[in-house]
């Protein structure tokens, strides 16, 4: 007899991810730029939030830019906050809308790294790409099979004996078992 049972647990009930590529245009500098000698992406923060049926990603992080003057004696950093406000849409999601009692996990899949650093008309310009992936974890309902009654099988214990006379093991064994017959299936 066979019974259907109802489970309700949280689990992921939809995912996305959106990767992004970003420009920023750096603070004007002091002097004349000749050369980039590093950059660095830092401080990524992102949160996300449910409104409406839209999972919206909201974050920022920090660009540092080191660089050398025309002389070549100075050099200099120029930082940047860059924020972002995007949607991300859910893919094989096992519903349409996002409730109240869902939850939003936002994780960076891949960090901001810069793919271009370069100077156009004294300015510096930073090419940046990044990649963040959501999921909605909400309630939802398994059905399983109730089978029947579980029985527990009981074992005899088998016990060891060190002072087991060894003839009466000997005698157990079948000498010739690897010598059977084996006949083929019909």
Not at 41 to 66: C, L, P, Q, R
Not at 97 to 111: F, G, H, K, Q, R
Request: glycine share 4%; no cysteine; hydrophobic share 40%.
């Amino acid at each position: 007899m066979n019974e259907i049972r109802e489970i309700l647990t949280k689990a992921v009930i939809g995912k996305g991810r959106r990767f992004f590529s970003v420009t920023t245009m750096m603070p004007e500098t002091e002097g004349i730029v000749d050369k980039i000698l590093s950059t660095a992406m830092i401080n990524h923060e992102t949160t996300a939030s449910k409104e409406k049926n839209v999972v919206h990603v909201k974050g920022s992080y920090d660009i540092h830019v080191w660089y050398a003057y025309s002389d070549e004696k100075e050099t200099a950093i120029s930082r940047e906050t860059v924020t972002y406000d995007a949607e991300i849409s859910l893919e094989n999601a096992l519903r349409n809308n996002i409730l109240a009692t869902d939850d939003i996990i936002a994780e960076e899949i891949l960090p901001p790294y810069a793919t271009d650093v370069r100077i156009e008309t004294g300015i510096i310009y930073v090419d940046v790409d990044f990649e963040i992936g959501v999921e909605v974890i909400g309630e939802t309902k398994m059905r399983v099979a109730i089978l029947g009654p579980v029985v527990e099988k009981v074992h005899a214990e088998v016990s060891y004996d060190p002072d087991d006379d060894l003839a009466e093991i000997d005698a157990a064994i079948t000498p010739h078992f690897l010598e059977a017959t084996i006949l083929p299936f019909e």
